[in-house]
C-alpha cells in the first residue's frame, strides 16, 4: 500500500520561470492539500482539492494554481516565479467526510529558485 | 540538503530520559489537534492526536495533554531513543476540513 508520493524530489528554476510539481495520494484517499515549508518554518496551507475542485485556499497568490485529476492525483503549478518561493512543497491527502481528519504527508519536492 | 530545524527551539535529551515539548495554539475554535514529527529530508510524519473533548491521550511511548483553558498542548515522549530526534510540530484545525495550521516546531536532539 503506497503512501503519499511526491515527484520530482529536487527542483532548481530561475526567477521568472514556471514550475509544476505532482503528488499521487495515499491509496483510498480522495483529498489532496498541498503546504508550503520555508526553511525553519512550520508547513504553511496553500490549497486543497477534492473532486477536482479547489476547496479551500490559504493566503497564497494567483501565481500558485493547481489541479486535481480523476484519479486524485494533483498537481500544483507555481508561475513567475520569485526567490521568496524557495521551500518545500509538501502534499498531504486524507479522505474527505472521515472522522479521523488524519493527513498524510510526502516526503516533499524541495523548490529552490536562483 | 537543507534541514528543517535551524534556528528553532531545541531540546537536548539524554537517551532514556523523558522529553516534554510544549505548544501553545491561538484559535479557540479549534476541536483537534495533531503532534507531527519530520526528520530532515522527509515530510511530517503522524505521531499521536487528540479532540478537544478529551484533555489527555495516550500512545506508545508517547502522551499528549491539552489544556483549553490556556490553549496549550503538550507532547511527552517516554524514554526517548536517538530515533526520536527530529523537529516536532503542533498543528490545530481552525477550519475544519483537514486545513491545518502548524506551529514553529520544536528541534529534539537525543544525546546517546
Known amino acids: 500500500d503506497a503512501g503519499v508520493t511526491q515527484s520530482p524530489t529536487h527542483l532548481i528554476k530561475t526567477r521568472g520561470q514556471q514550475v509544476t510539481l505532482r503528488c499521487s495520494p495515499k491509496s483510498g484517499h480522495d483529498t489532496v492539500s498541498w503546504y508550503q515549508q520555508a526553511l525553519g518554518q512550520g508547513p504553511q496551507f496553500i490549497f486543497q482539492y477534492y473532486e477536482e475542485e479547489e476547496r479551500q485556499r490559504g493566503n497564497f497568490p494567483d501565481r500558485f494554481s493547481g489541479h486535481q485529476f480523476p484519479n486524485y492525483s494533483s498537481e500544483l503549478n507555481v508561475n513567475a516565479l520569485l526567490l521568496g518561493d524557495s521551500a518545500l512543497y509538501l502534499c498531504?491527502?486524507?479522505?474527505?467526510?472521515?472522522?479521523?481528519?488524519?493527513?498524510?504527508f510526502g516526503s516533499g519536492t524541495q523548490l529552490s529558485v536562483l | 540538503g537543507e534541514s528543517v530545524g535551524l534556528h528553532l527551539p531545541t531540546l537536548s535529551v539524554q537517551e532514556g530520559d523523558n522529553s516534554i515539548i510544549n505548544c501553545a495554539y491561538s484559535n479557540s475554535a479549534s476541536d483537534y489537534f495533531i503532534w507531527y514529527k519530520q526528520e530532515s529530508g522527509k515530510g511530517p510524519q503522524f505521531i499521536i492526536d487528540i479532540r478537544s473533548n478529551m484533555d489527555k491521550r495516550q500512545g506508545q511511548r508517547v502522551t499528549v495533554l491539552l489544556n483549553k483553558t490556556v490553549k496549550h498542548l503538550s507532547l511527552q515522549i517516554a524514554a526517548t531513543q536517538p530515533g526520536d530526534s527530529a523537529v516536532y510540530f503542533c498543528a490545530e484545525n481552525p477550519y475544519g476540513n483537514n486545513r491545518l495550521a502548524f506551529g514553529k516546531g520544536n528541534q529534539v536532539v537525543v544525546i546517546p
Open positions: 498531504a491527502s486524507s479522505l474527505q467526510g472521515a472522522s479521523n481528519e488524519k493527513l498524510f
